[in-house]
């Protein structure tokens, strides 16, 4: 047992950590600020068990690396109101009712720092009501939306801001994740765990590669294909070996790029799907390897820099600085 002045005689005495010195100190660890909207994963397809158990992790992620983060699931194909699957709409519609409670919220928890600082009467109902201004005021997100693509895709684009239209609330959309460096890293690792690429144990740099083309499969027509010709660039440079995009939703499109490919003088060409997976039936890329006559990597999934990369999203349009990647992720 404990006795009033610490722990029993005989327990150990956990004491706290002095803090570090100097330029090697440790950050302080940033966390949600009290009212902050809510980040909405606005997720694609039909929504379906593995999906929600897809992006329920990519959400656990980004909590863990924003503490107190706000952090929901709206389902972009959702039909009619569910609990397990709601629907874009309704989370949103949810968020700007919600608005007045973190309101008070933010303006309590700037009373409390306020005084906290030695802040006394007048100036303490300042903070208050600034906070409280801040989160009510009328050009002030009530959501941010972040889509859960790695890559354009007009059509659903499309129905993710209708979705907020309609919701009647102030949310904010911002772009897709790609392209960045980490998509291409976590398509190198896709890749190498199904053995169609090696990576070292350091950073993930490729030792061999078991195929000399990739056919880099994004989804949302031409348009797409030619966005991803970034996260090519930065895959090839990886794998040092020649990437080309290919929209799966474009008829012969995988087809004709492998034979490219072929012609230039791959011989072993892989898929990587540059994709999260509920964009596409989850079949779709596997077929389209098989009419290419190559083998498949599996989609990008609930991949860490998913995560990362969503809650950067939300990051950014809040003016949120998050602390640096680890290197490994660099």
Do not use: W
Request: glycine share 8%; proline share 8%.
């Amino acid at each position: 047992m404990s006795s009033p002045t610490g722990p029993a005689s005989g327990l150990p005495v956990r004491m706290p950590r002095p803090r570090q010195p100097g330029r090697h100190r440790r950050p302080e660890p940033v966390v949600a600020p009290v009212g902050a909207p809510p980040l909405v994963l606005a997720v694609p397809g039909s929504p379906d068990d593995a999906i929600r158990s897809l992006a329920e992790e990519v959400v656990s992620i980004a909590r863990s690396e924003l503490p107190g983060l706000d952090a929901r699931i709206g389902y972009v194909d959702a039909e009619g109101e569910s609990e397990d699957f709601p629907a874009l709409e309704a989370q949103l519609s949810r968020a700007a009712q919600e608005r007045g409670e973190r309101a008070r919220r933010a303006a309590e928890a700037a009373k409390a720092e306020a005084e906290a600082h030695g802040g006394e009467g007048e100036a303490v109902a300042e903070a208050a009501e600034a906070a409280k201004a801040a989160v009510a005021a009328d050009d002030a997100a009530s959501a941010v939306v972040v889509p859960l693509l790695a890559g354009p895709d007009n059509a659903l684009l499309r129905r993710i801001r209708q979705a907020v239209k309609h919701s009647g609330s102030a949310a904010e959309l911002t772009d897709v994740l790609g392209p960045h460096p980490l998509l291409a890293e976590g398509l190198h690792v896709r890749l190498s765990e199904a053995g169609l690429a090696r990576a070292d144990r350091a950073r993930l740099f490729t030792v061999a590669t078991a195929a000399d083309g990739i056919i880099l499969a994004t989804v949302g027509g031409a348009e797409a294909a030619q966005a991803g010709g970034i996260t090519g660039m930065l895959l090839s440079a990886r794998l040092a070996v020649p990437v080309m995009a290919a929209a799966l939703d474009e008829d012969g499109a995988v087809v004709r790029v492998a034979e490219q490919l072929r012609s230039a003088g791959s011989s072993r060409l892989a898929l990587a799907p540059y994709l999260i997976g509920p964009e596409v039936a989850a079949d779709l890329p596997a077929a389209a390897a098989e009419e290419a006559e190559c083998a498949a990597a599996e989609p990008l999934g609930a991949y860490p820099a998913v995560g990362k990369l969503v809650l950067s999203k939300y990051a950014t349009v809040l003016g949120i600085k998050l602390q640096q990647p680890s290197p490994a992720l660099r």
